[in-house]
């Protein structure tokens, strides 16, 4: 499984990013694909998901300025910042959960790096 991620950059504050991750190679169902981000000295925390049946989760730091979707034929995960804060940079990690009936492989993009500046 592969797990392509891009859009990340240097943005100054109240910009806005989009970030892509498109997956691929897995034979099973696409179950979740979510976002998570680690900052400098922190542990990696999950900033947005959404299931396969479309249901989105945002982290309250993040709601009201992030949009997480999907795009189910093509297997990607989109991240739309806006008004984006010093505190959102980090490394961007994007997340893909296949399989059911119980049985659930998680598989983990190599990051892309956001930061907000000025």
Known sequence: VQLVESGGGLVQPGGSL???????????????????????????ELVASITGGGSPYHA???????????????NTVYLQMNALKPEDTGVYYCEAQFGGGGTYMDYWGDGTQVTVSS
């Open 18 to 44: 989009r970030l892509s991750c498109a997956a691929s190679g897995s034979s099973y169902d696409l179950n979740l694909m979510a976002w998570h981000r680690q900052a400098p000295g922190k542990q990696r």
């Open 60 to 74: 309250e730091a993040v709601k009201g300025r992030f949009t997480i979707s999907k795009d189910s034929a093509k």
